[in-house]
Every structure is written in structure tokens, then in C-alpha cells.
């Protein structure tokens, strides 16, 4: 048994301040427990692509979400527009496969790498992240891999 | 002129959705009147170390918040807690010096690449994610850097 099992889980991700790689931590479902969703019951995911490092995106997930994308490898954010689930890709079949998943120090965030299939970004390009911003003046940044419309069938 | 600046602010962003990296695009405070800020105000801000790609930390931003991170290439958060201006660094010395900030295609989340001096975590760890998930288990991915009592000056 994990020696951080028996905590409070509103003390659980201070005590794991102070872990390390060799400690045993509780299971997914107590850290799960404790992890501090917003007052809308959601946690913001941060996409990344596993090999080149670039971030793709963030979305929202449910803890339904969170727990469906660890026991499918799949990603599945929840949908703020649409108040329901979101599996990445449905629509577009521009899914994720999840590498890893993982939380930061405070449990309000989390980071996931994965291996997307084309753009992440319902504009078509690779990530959402293309209007750059200096003290005066933007840019955009990347153009569309696919065109949109292609993207939802709309062609 | 450029063409995207007549626009109402509501609009911009999906107008920009079919921008390209040659066209002029409107001023850095017509784009800021057009961010979408959460309902207190405040904006997602992702930080990537901008040379290894690594996912430092995530925390908001307000609008003056972000202004002052423009103007002075020096990263400024607003904390949730202190209710405050929070200048990264100015406890602990662990600055970062901003090298580029890019907007999503929603206009409501932001993507800072930046020069981090030492551990980006209050615990002494580079990177704020270090909680790794599996679909039963958990494990610690990495240890402090410095101990968080040198670095916030208790010992």
C-alpha cells in the first residue's frame, strides 16, 4: 500500500510535493479523487505531439472523459459547446493516441502527449496555435494542412 | 489597413481562421479587445520551454497581466490566489523571458514560449507536471532540481 493512500484527498497533491520516482503512489482512481476539477466539474488538457514537442491544442475534460481516454488510449475531451463527450477525431478522423497523461503539481491541469493523425486544429492546420502576438503587431503563424471544409465533409 | 480590422471583435477570430501568414493583420490591442477572457477575466497561458519544447506549467493571465508580458518580455501571471499581478520569478528568482506569445484559433487560450531560469515548479522540479497516469497506477516522473525551501529562502 502506498504510504500517501490514507490522506484526505484535499492534502493528497501536497504530500506528493515531496514523492519521488521510486515511491509508490495510490491508484489512478484515488488520484482521481483528489483532483481538483473546476467549479464546472472540469480539468484543462494540454495536447502535445509526443515526438517533435509541439503543442497542439488544450480542451476540457470530465473526470467521464478522463477516465474513458486512460481505458481506451483515445483521447476524449468534453465538449463546453456542445455539453457532452468530444472523441477527438469523430467527425474530422483526425484522432489522438495517448502516450502519457499527466497531472501537475496543484491536480488542476494536465498535460498529455500523443500522436495526432494531421491537424489537431478544426481550421486545418496541425495546432490550434497560429495568431502570435508582439507589443503592436500579429501574425499568422501556419497555414491549413487540409482544407476545412474537406475536413467535415462539407466537400 | 488591415482587412480584418473593421470587424466586430466577436467575429475576428473565426475571421482569422482563414488568414495566412502574408496577410497584415489588425493591431495587437484591437486583437486583445477581441480575446476571449473567461468569465473573471482571465485567460489560459500555457509555457513551453521554447528550445527543448518541454511543458513547463500552466497558469492565467488578465489582461494587464498579459500587456505587461508584451512590453517587457518578462512573463506575468495573475495569481487566482493572491488575487494579484504575479511577475514569475519575483519570489524565488526563477524568471521567464518570454520569446513568443501565440493565440488559438478561438482566441481563448494562450501559448507562451519562453526562456525558463531553473525549476518553472514551486517544488524545486523543472516542469509542473510530473504526476503520470495510467489507467490503474500512478508514478512521479522527475525530482526538485533545488530544494523549495533554498529557493523560497526558508533555509
Known amino acids: 500500500m502506498s504510504r500517501f493512500t490514507p490522506l484526505d484527498p ?14 509508490t503512489l495510490p491508484s489512478t482512481k ?11 466539474g ?9 515526438d517533435s514537442g509541439e503543442v497542439l491544442m488544450m480542451a476540457w475534460m470530465n473526470r467521464e472523459a478522463l477516465e474513458e ?4 488510449q483515445r483521447v476524449c475531451y468534453y465538449s463546453r459547446s456542445r455539453q457532452k463527450l468530444w472523441r477527438k477525431g ?3 478522423g483526425q484522432q489522438q493516441q ?8 496543484d491536480g488542476d491541469t494536465l498535460l498529455l502527449q500523443v500522436d495526432q493523425t494531421g491537424p489537431a486544429c478544426h ?3 496541425r495546432s490550434c496555435f497560429y495568431v502570435s502576438l508582439s507589443n ?10 487540409i482544407d476545412p471544409a474537406t475536413l467535415y465533409g462539407k466537400k
Not at 10 to 23: G, H, V
Not at 30 to 40: G, K, P, S, W, Y
Not at 69 to 72: D, M
Not at 136 to 144: G, Y
Request: hydrophobic letters at 40%; glycine letters at 2%; aromatic letters at 4%.
Open 98 to 105: 495517448l502516450k502519457t497523461a499527466t497531472l501537475d503539481c
Open 10 to 23: 484535499r492534502n493528497l497533491f501536497k504530500a506528493l510535493e515531496s514523492a519521488n520516482p521510486s515511491d
Open 69 to 72: 481516454t486512460l481505458a481506451t
Open 42 to 50: 472540469l480539468l484543462p488538457a494540454i495536447a502535445q505531439q509526443f
Open 90 to 92: 469523430e467527425t474530422s
Open 30 to 40: 484515488t488520484l482521481l479523487d483528489a483532483v481538483r476539477f473546476n467549479e464546472a
Open 136 to 145: 503592436e503587431h500579429a501574425t499568422i503563424t501556419s497555414e491549413p494542412l
Open 123 to 125: 481550421t486545418g492546420r
